[in-house]
């Protein structure tokens, strides 16, 4: 066991909580040491909540000490994306707009958390309203990959991949509307859980999009994830839209082996213009699922990139609904960026987004048919490791929407057609920068990605490594 709490898996430090091997006092200070150190060159947390986080910690302790446990995260401190509400606290959601935001209510996904046991360490950086795929912030500035600072996360969850990969929080929840779960997993080198659109209930959660928005964790390992989506997946009165179907125990899911199992790998698309070192990682991933016991096998896919227009075509259409009185009311408190996609939003005709909506069920049966007979799908989460912070920062340029779309390429194909996808990390580049793959899974059936992530973890080590501060 390592003697820096910090450095263990959620699912092993709430073991060791539980047997009494840490209290929570200890693992939280453990964090805590490590956010001040990480924070200034990271800028990760939006808010460190130093006080009420080792007064949580004490109350979790006091309360196993007279047999009290309160549930698998008892006394397992964690941090959020600043965009889930919680009574009391401010919620920025990364804007200027509601930098002073009080939420009167809470989250149902933090509050199912909270309901396990878990303390906060306080919230977690993000791009300004979850809109933009790099991790730039103007409001408050970029948050930085740990593996190297002058690299981009990835967004819009981007304090939620580098805490998580710079060990300063056990797990965090992000949200994925066009890749802003799996793209900061990929590019901090951690694993993110996509999930299948309402599986997790939105309420409580700052929305960018109505029919794309989803919850989902990053965390250290896919067992991690696969503890969370169980305890936050269910039905939710405050939410319609979440499923009413039974939740499967994911963590059964974690101890199967690939056998038997078939993965299809793509014949286009997902293989076409990759950097050769992303081309490099999926070979290698291929070669150790394959060892594993998996059947690879090609697929041919319909035309991926109809995809990604139709959901563009969707994400600003809803977005800019979603922002209309604010960017009437304050466009100069938007960054340039935001304010120009929004904007752009508000030129697509309603024929042409209702067109949209209305392919999303042909075009999920068609993709169904082409992966009829795998389990699920390899890919990249994107065609290249982490930009430099420099290079990536376009702000409301004319080149701005070309680079937004080549990082988010190998992303919206699954938001637009509502799949889970799971993002692990699978390699590294030559300059030390994470390289993740995604596997991609039919709709609720998140167990069966867990069994191929949990196997390919088994083997492979990429998850354990652990970024140095220079």
């Known amino acids: 066991m390592s003697s820096e709490p910090a450095l263990m898996s959620l699912v092993s430090v709430a073991k060791a909580i539980a047997e009494r091997k840490f209290s929570s006092r200890e693992v939280t200070q453990s964090c805590l040491d490590r956010i001040a150190h990480w924070q200034p060159r990271v800028n990760a947390f939006m808010a460190i909540e130093t006080e009420e986080a080792l007064a949580a910690a004490d109350a979790a302790d006091a309360a196993l000490a007279k047999g009290k446990n309160l549930g698998p995260l008892h006394g397992v401190p964690m941090a959020h994306k600043d965009m889930y509400y919680e009574a009391g606290k401010v919620v920025t959601c990364g804007s200027k ?111 960018l999009s109505q029919s794309l928005d989803t919850v989902g964790p990053l965390a250290q390992t896919v067992e991690d994830c696969a503890l969370l989506v169980g305890l936050m997946a269910g039905a939710d009165p405050e939410d319609p839209t979440a499923s009413t179907r039974p939740v499967p125990d994911y963590m059964a899911a974690t101890k199967a082996s690939l056998k038997g199992l078939k993965i299809g790998v793509p014949t286009a698309f997902y293989v076409d213009d990759l950097d050769p070192e992303v081309a490099r990682v999926l070979d290698e991933t291929i070669a150790t699922l394959k060892k594993e016991g998996a059947e690879i096998v090609k697929v041919e896919l319909p035309d991926q990139r109809q995809l990604t227009a139709a959901c563009q075509i969707v994400l600003a259409t809803e977005a800019a609904a979603f922002h209309k009185r604010w960017m009437i009311e304050r466009p100069q408190d938007y960054g340039g960026q935001v304010l120009m996609r929004l904007q752009n939003g508000l030129a697509i005709p309603a024929v042409t987004y209702l067109e949209a909506m209305r392919w999303r069920g042909p075009a999920l049966a068609a993709y169904l048919a082409a992966v009829e007979g795998t389990d699920a799908v390899i890919a990249p989460v994107a065609p290249m490791p982490a930009a430099t912070i420099t290079e990536s920062d376009v702000g409301n340029s004319l080149e701005a929407e070309a680079v937004i779309q080549r990082i988010t390429r190998f992303t919206r194909p699954i938001n637009y057609l509502g799949l889970p996808s799971l993002s692990m990390p699978a390699g590294f580049t030559k300059k030390g920068l994470p390289v993740g793959m995604q596997l991609i899974g039919r709709p609720f059936d998140e167990a069966g990605l867990v069994r191929i992530g949990a196997a390919f973890q088994r083997s492979t080590d990429y998850h354990q490594q652990i970024p140095k501060l220079a």
């Not at 919230?123 to 300004?128: P, R, T």
Request: with cysteine.
């Open 97 to 207: 707009i509601r930098r002073d935001f009080v939420a009167t209510t809470t989250s149902t996904a933090l509050q199912r958390l909270k309901d396990a046991g878990s303390v906060r360490l306080g919230s977690l950086q993000m791009v300004e309203f979850a809109y933009g795929p790099t991790g730039h912030n103007v409001h408050y500035g970029a948050v930085r990959n740990p593996w190297n600072v002058d690299h981009i996360t990835g967004g819009s969850s981007s304090g939620s991949g580098s805490a998580v990969a710079a060990r300063l929080t056990f797990a965090a929840l992000g949200s994925d509307t066009g890749g802003s779960i799996r793209m900061p997993a990929h590019f901090c080198g951690v694993t993110g859980f996509k999930t299948t659109v309402g599986l997790i209930s939105r309420a409580g959660a700052m929305p």
